[in-house]
């Protein structure tokens, strides 16, 4: 059975960083590609930034880049979401997935963590 668990996340002011991490187990397919997606009360779930396992390539969404890291630790079958420079638009439920590398979307999910940018 394929688990993913998000960890970090809580309330920061605008401007600080925070660190997201996932842990995944159970899955048996090869070259997963590990993705996060965000999701704002009242709106839809956005692509956040994604990283192939094999190589660590990323991905980021135009609203994140230069501010987010997303890396990845094989060994722990983890991956880390280095968030800084908070906005309060950043503010929204954290969700991490997994999927095949021939599938646009993540197949398995997380349960989300919250991340609150207030001041």
């Known amino acids: 059975q394929v688990q993913l668990v998000e960890a970090g996340g809580g309330l920061v002011q605008p401007g600080e960083s925070s660190r997201l991490s996932c842990a995944v187990s159970?899955?048996?397919?090869?070259?997963?590609?590990v993705s996060w997606y965000r999701q704002a009360p009242g709106k839809e779930r956005k692509f956040v930034a994604s990283?192939?396992?094999?190589?660590?390539?990323?991905t980021y969404a135009d609203s994140v880049k230069g501010r987010f890291t997303l890396s990845r630790d094989n060994a722990k079958r983890m991956t880390y979401l280095q968030m800084n420079s908070l906005q309060l638009e950043d503010t929204a439920v954290y969700y991490c997935?997994?999927?095949?590398?021939?599938?646009?979307?993540?197949?398995?999910w997380g349960q989300g963590t919250q991340v609150t940018v207030s001041s």
């Open positions: 990283i192939f396992t094999r190589n660590a390539f990323t």
């Open positions: 159970g899955f048996a397919f090869s070259d997963p590609i």
């Open positions: 997935g997994i999927r095949r590398p021939t599938m646009a979307r993540p197949e398995y």
